[in-house]
């Protein structure tokens, strides 16, 4: 699992392990040796992990993480919005270079099938709903570009090698270990602090997933048949303005 320390990665992980799987977590190397939100996995969980440190952007460490894989799941990626205005290229480099790269290793090593992430944002704003996968893309911010050359980086190997790669695309994804800067936590921790809430626009609608439902469509796109090649949206169809979602969360 690339990108196992974050959000939907950890959950991820630990659905794995769940399932009686053997597990390589595969988390971007700092001094400080921090694992992400795996730091929140309870310690039995932990001990049936490996922890391999690396960074995507390296093809030595991405090919030694993959080594012996029979699925590999790419979630990681730089995925700030506005982080991608300041520095586009780092997330070039990150999302389509280390994509590439993981790709790459997956071909080598001759795995099974690559579940690689895409995200809702490749759509861009919405030209009509509900959205489904003929939706044109729009590179709207520098990730959501570099999220578009990661997913064609997908499709051409693919189309191209024949590796057996199938990506699976989330939209709006909350629940436990989000971090605070997503709209749900930023509600919730606003009221509990008692304060005034402090938003946007509320009119735009959102399509909510919780993340054991997208974790269940990770695990579905590694064993189904008839998806390789394929781009799935993954969600709930139902739609909610994020005025009605404050208004929801303050009655909870």
């Known amino acids: 699992v690339a990108g196992a320390g974050g959000f939907i990665g950890s959950h991820l992980v630990e659905a794995l392990v769940a399932e009686g799987h053997r ?7 700092t ?8 730091r929140f996995l309870p310690e039995e969980t932990l001990r049936e ?13 991405v090919t030694r993480a993959v080594k ?7 979630l990681g990626a730089l995925i700030s919005i506005p982080h991608s205005y300041l520095s586009p290229d ?12 993981v790709l790459q290793a997956a071909r080598a090593a001759g795995v099974e099938r690559v579940v690689h992430t895409s995200s809702s944002e490749v759509y861009g704003t919405a030209r009509y709903v509900p959205m489904d996968e003929l939706h044109p893309l729009q590179g709207q911010s520098p990730y959501s570009a570099s999220k ?13 090698f024949g590796l057996p790669v199938v990506t699976v695309r989330p939209f709006n994804v909350f629940g436990p270990r989000q971090s605070t ?3 749900i936590p930023t509600i919730i921790t606003q009221y509990l602090r008692g304060e005034k809430i402090h938003l946007g626009n509320l009119h735009p609608t959102r399509d909510f997933t919780f993340v054991e439902e997208t974790v269940g469509a990770f695990l579905k796109a590694a064993r189904a048949s008839g998806v390789l090649g394929r781009e799935i949206n993954v969600g709930s169809s139902r739609e909610i303005p994020i005025g009605d979602l404050v208004s929801l969360v303050g009655r909870l």
Request: proline share 0%; charged share 20%; glycine share 10%.
């Open 23 to 29: 597990v390589r977590a595969f988390v971007r190397y």
């Open 31 to 38: 001094g400080r040796q921090e694992i992400g939100s795996l």
């Open 49 to 61: 992990i490996e922890i391999v440190q690396g960074d995507l952007r390296a093809s030595d460490s």
């Open 68 to 74: 012996g894989a029979q699925w590999v799941f790419h």
């Open 90 to 101: 780092e997330n070039f480099s990150t999302n389509v270079m280390g994509t590439l790269n």
């Open 148 to 160: 578009i050359g990661a997913d064609k980086m997908a499709e051409s190997f693919h189309c191209s």
């Open 181 to 183: 800067r997503a709209v």
